[in-house]
């Protein structure tokens, strides 16, 4: 060994040695800091909390609540039931507050100050990319929104009624063969198709069904270690993401050389516009935006309301008086309607009940539990200092289910929302600037699944297990909802 260390020579052993007295300090100082920063927010004036570890902080738990049949969101609620409505913790090596009441959730959502912007974890910014509207900085995200809020206007939903009718009507039509149907199975094959076919134009083949594939791996590694080791979940979801990005790209190349220009979709629509979005003094999307922002709006559109779709099957089928109500609506309409091959707008707006049905669904299930924003100035929030730097999280589902707001929240009551509702108490879609795009197009999906489902078959829930999938970002029923149908 002594002889190795003279053949290595003197300036590489002091190079060496700078180099691992280096390595120390940082290290150290690194500790220093985050033992400084514990003991300063161990004050009164900071939320009540623990922030784990060193470097790791509580991230394990945060895993183990991914990985258990409780869902992430468990990891989140044993917190609030220690701390109360505003507590702190450390995930993925950052500062997270969570708070509770439609107070904070009207203060952090209004932004009026300009102190908060939306942020999400690192491993789902890297999956639907920096350009999505998810990710996008408040400056980018207005101009990417003023792009594409007319692709849901009244007319593109109009249009979408009608072809996820026509989807809905041959996807029952087969149910009754097969006896017992996996609700949540079912409506993520139907929503994909739907936002396939309205974004690019995709209705079969083998594209459709390689993409289907990714997008599911994509979610399934949302909430993994953003690790980009070949085994990991997340590189899996990351593989697939480039894959998706491929697709599009060629895509794209194909409508930009004027091949498949006749298509009729959303992504033609962005094209068109980008010819004259310049001289119009609108913002002219890349195709990095519009490939980041076609991925996010496939999740949105099928995983949240495939989600959403079958959280409300199960709960008509536990409740057998608003089931007698909203089928006695929906017959009704369909006597009016019988003439017609398909549902319009116009029908969707004299579903009333059914309305209220979906909102009493969406509440109840919080299929996005939580909005994240990342504070960009220090501001004072329930009375405790919050931090610039620091992400701050509004707990949605503890509001839906807070007795304060909601009352008997626990009941599955649609006629709750017949009367206004306090102002912050349903966050499904999220307020303000950031508020969902897609709002009126999921609303408009589910109400028609309702109407044709309702209309066609008799159900009966077979599992009432009310679990939640383990990985899944959106709130999933682990059994799928497996329902035993008999055609009226």
């Not at 509770?100 to 990319?129: C, H, P, Q």
């Not at 690790?227 to 990991?232: G, Q, V």
């Not at 077979?462 to 497996?482: H, Q, V, Y």
Request: overall charge neutral; glycine content about 6%.
């Amino acid at each position: 060994m002594f002889q190795l260390l003279l053949d290595v020579g003197p300036y590489c052993l002091c190079f060496y040695a700078v180099m691992i007295l280096g390595v120390l300090v940082f290290l150290v100082s690194r500790l220093w800091k985050m033992l400084r920063q514990l003991n300063q927010e161990s004050r009164a004036d900071i939320p009540p909390g623990s922030l784990g570890l060193p470097l790791i902080g509580e991230t394990i738990q945060f895993m183990a609540a991914i990985n258990s049949g409780k869902g992430f969101y468990d990891f989140v609620r044993v917190r609030s039931l220690r701390y109360g409505n505003c507590f702190k913790t450390s995930i993925f090596g950052e500062t997270h507050v969570f708070v509770s009441s439609t107070e904070s959730a009207k203060a952090i959502l209004n932004n009026d100050m300009g102190r908060f912007t939306k942020r999400y974890i690192k491993s789902i910014a890297e999956l639907v990319g920096n350009q999505s509207l998810l990710c996008a900085s408040p400056h980018h995200h207005k101009l990417l929104r003023g792009r594409l809020v007319n692709l849901f206007s009244t007319t593109s939903i109009s249009l979408l009624v009608q072809q996820f009718d026509e989807l809905i009507v041959n996807a029952l039509g087969v149910w009754e063969d097969e006896g017992t149907v996996i609700v949540l199975n079912e409506a993520l094959k139907i929503t994909f198709k739907a936002m396939c076919k309205m974004l690019l134009s995709l209705e079969s083949g083998p594209e459709l069904e390689l993409l289907q594939k990714d997008v599911g791996r994509v979610c399934e590694a949302m909430l993994a270690l953003p690790l980009r080791f070949p085994w990991t979940r997340f590189y899996k979801g990351f593989q697939a993401r480039e894959r998706i990005m491929s697709m599009l790209e060629k895509i794209i190349s194909r409508r930009r050389r004027g091949l498949d220009a006749s298509a009729e979709d959303f992504l033609q629509h962005l094209l068109a516009k980008d010819d004259n979005s310049c001289s119009g003094g609108l913002h002219r999307l890349t195709d990095a935006e519009i490939q980041d922002n076609i991925l996010t709006m496939i999740i949105a559109g099928q995983d949240t309301t495939a989600s959403a779709i079958t959280w409300m099957v199960k709960y008509l089928g536990e409740n057998e008086e608003a089931l007698e109500a909203i089928k006695a609506e929906q017959l009704h309409l369909a006597e009016k309607t019988s003439k017609k091959l398909f549902l319009t707008l116009d029908d969707l707006n004299e579903m009333h009940y059914a309305s209220k049905v979906v909102k009493e669904s969406l509440r109840m299930a919080s299929i996005v539990p939580w909005f994240p924003r990342l504070v960009l100035q220090d501001c004072e929030i329930e009375g405790y200092k919050i931090k610039k730097g620091w992400n701050v999280n509004i707990d949605a589902r503890a509001i839906h289910l807070d007795p304060m707001v909601h009352n008997e929240p626990n009941n599955f009551n649609p006629s709750r929302f017949d009367d206004e509702s306090k102002p912050y108490s349903f966050l499904a879609f999220g307020m303000g600037a950031r508020t969902c795009l897609g709002m009126n197009m999921a609303k408009a999906m589910m109400l028609v699944f309702l109407h044709r489902l309702l209309t066609t078959y008799k159900w009966k829930v077979m599992d009432s297990d009310s679990s939640t999938e383990n990985w899944a970002i959106f709130s999933r029923l682990r059994s799928g909802c497996p329902v035993h149908v008999t055609r009226i």
